[in-house]
C-alpha cells in the first residue's frame, strides 16, 4: 500500500491511500528506509531508521510518503517515496 503517513501513538500510524486511511502496528522490526534524511540521517543511503524514529519524526511535522508492505496487518517494511 502507498499513502501519506500520519502518527496513531507509540506503536501505530495511519497510511492515507486513494482508498480511504488505514492504520498499520509498528513493531520493533519494522524496516523503516528514509531517502532524504528527515526521519534518520545515519549511514548511507537510504537511510535505516526505526519505528520509534519514524513516529517521533511524523509527530515532530515531517512529511512522509511511503511504500508500506504489511503482513498480518503490521507493517514490515516501510519505504520513502519521492514524488517529482
Known amino acids: 500500500m502507498t499513502g ?20 498499520v502496528h509498528l513493531t520493533a522490526d519494522t524496516v523503516v528506509l528514509d531517502t532524504q534524511g528527515s526521519v534518520c540521517d545515519k549511514g548511507a543511503v537510504p537511510h535505516r531508521c526505526t519505528s520509534e524514529q519514524l513516529v517521533k519524526a511524523l509527530k515532530a511535522g515531517v512529511t512522509f510518503e511511503a511504500k508500506v508492505l504489511i503482513t498480518d496487518g503490521d507493517a514490515v517494511k516501510i519505504e520513502e517515496i519521492v514524488r517529482d
Open 4 to 23: 501519506r503517513l500520519s502518527p496513531v501513538g507509540k506503536e501505530s500510524v495511519v497510511v492515507d491511500t486513494s482508498d480511504g486511511p488505514h492504520e
